[in-house]
């Protein structure tokens, strides 16, 4: 009777075993899930805040590349004007706007460095050596904005400059990475922007810049005490999965593509404790970067794809939009060249403009 009992009290303990067992085992695969299903949200809102911020600077950099001043200044080989230029509207970016890091050059049409509106200590200085990714904008003179190596990891947009028919030059804008982790700070979130050391002969402003895994921080305003934290993590499981959760923080490794689109580095996202569980109550409609609602924000990327809508070109709908952004000085000097652009355009077309309904749809209206 006895060996009966102990039998039995046996299998029970073997079946209160195996239930336990199964609940850790499902609640780790939940919560793995969860941590995989909140990972992809976070880095689809980061691909598309990427997007955004690409396409606003590139908005911008094709409205200035229309500057009549600043055409003038190049077709007169004037480089004291081209910098005066440059620098005032970079002040007032500064003084109006939350942009502190935002720098603008120009470059002749063999890129050495015309102007620059932070100085002329460096014009005369070719450009080409140094930057691989001015190559191809030289054949082809399609406008490109994307994150880029040089003497600083930095986002940049590359427009060409035409006079008439004739190309003379290239403007170019230009944006620290600071900028975007500074955005991202503000929700939460903090950015290492992770370049690749093979691009450190190049960076010559980054000699000094401290290591993370092997890779050059290139953002000077990162967290030190999340850097401690970073280096202690299982960086092959991060690698492998894309993401790591460990006390309490989130942390998601990115791969980092410049304007052709060639890997040179990495984003490190770290959500600390108080963000994760932010997120995790608010990631199925609100993007925590950009405060708009998922739908809002495809519309963004949808514009970054397919930006002209309903104007003939992304030029004449950039200056457009631009021109009433404008303090009067900077409008007079654009005034003309809106009128011209303009004036090619049919009353239909125009009314598409103003509608902003899509060239192919019924018109309705009449334009005096």
């Known amino acids: 009777m006895k060996r009966i009992s102990n039998l039995y009290l046996g299998f029970v303990f073997i079946i ?35 997007a955004y911020e690409n396409a606003d600077l590139l908005t911008f950099s094709l409205a200035l590349s229309e500057d009549g001043a600043l055409k003038n200044a190049l077709l007169n080989d004037d480089e004291e004007m081209a910098y005066e230029i ?18 603008l050059q120009l470059f002749d049409n063999d890129f050495f460095i015309f102007a620059q509106s932070w100085g002329n200590a460096s014009v005369g200085m070719p450009m080409w050596w140094f930057r691989d990714d001015l190559e191809k904008l030289k054949q082809n003179k399609h406008p490109k904005v994307g994150i880029e190596t ?23 804008v230009i944006q620290f990475v600071d900028e975007f982790a500074k955005k991202l700070r ?24 401290p290591f993370l895994n092997g890779y050059i921080i290139a953002n000077k305003n990162f967290n030190k005490k999340l850097e401690l934290k970073a280096k202690a993590i299982n ?4 690698e492998r999965r894309g993401y790591l959760y460990k006390d309490k923080i989130l942390y998601l490794l990115e791969p980092m593509y410049n304007g052709d689109h060639e890997e040179i580095g990495k984003y490190l996202l770290i959500l600390p404790s108080h963000t994760v569980t932010h997120y995790s109550h608010n990631y199925q409609d609100i993007s925590i970067f950009t405060r708009l609602r998922d739908k809002d924000i495809y519309k963004v990327v949808q514009l970054w794809e ?47 403009v103003i509608l902003e309904n899509k060239h192919k749809e019924k018109k309705v209206g009449i334009v005096k």
């Open 150 to 172: 040089g003497r600083r990891l930095t986002f940049k947009a590359t427009i060409p400059i035409k006079s008439g028919k004739a190309y003379i030059g290239y403007l170019e």
């Open 235 to 238: 960086w092959k499981r991060l």
């Open 16 to 50: 209160l075993l195996s239930l336990s067992l199964s609940m850790l085992f499902f609640l780790k695969e939940s919560q793995k899930d969860k941590l995989q299903a909140l990972s992809r949200h976070v880095l689809d809102d980061f691909q598309k805040d990427l």
């Open 186 to 209: 503000q929700r939460g979130i903090e950015l290492f922007a992770l370049m690749d050391i093979k691009y450190l002969e190049q960076a010559s402003l980054m000699k000094e810049f």
């Open 306 to 352: 397919n930006p002209s809508g309903s104007y003939r070109n992304i030029k004449d709908k950039n200056l457009v939009e631009w021109f009433g952004k404008l303090n009067d000085e900077d409008k007079k000097m654009l005034l003309e060249e809106t009128k011209k652009r303009l004036s090619l355009y049919t009353k239909d077309e125009l009314i598409d």
């Open 86 to 103: 440059l620098s005032a509207i970079s002040k007032r970016f500064k003084e109006y706007t939350p942009l502190q890091t935002l720098r």
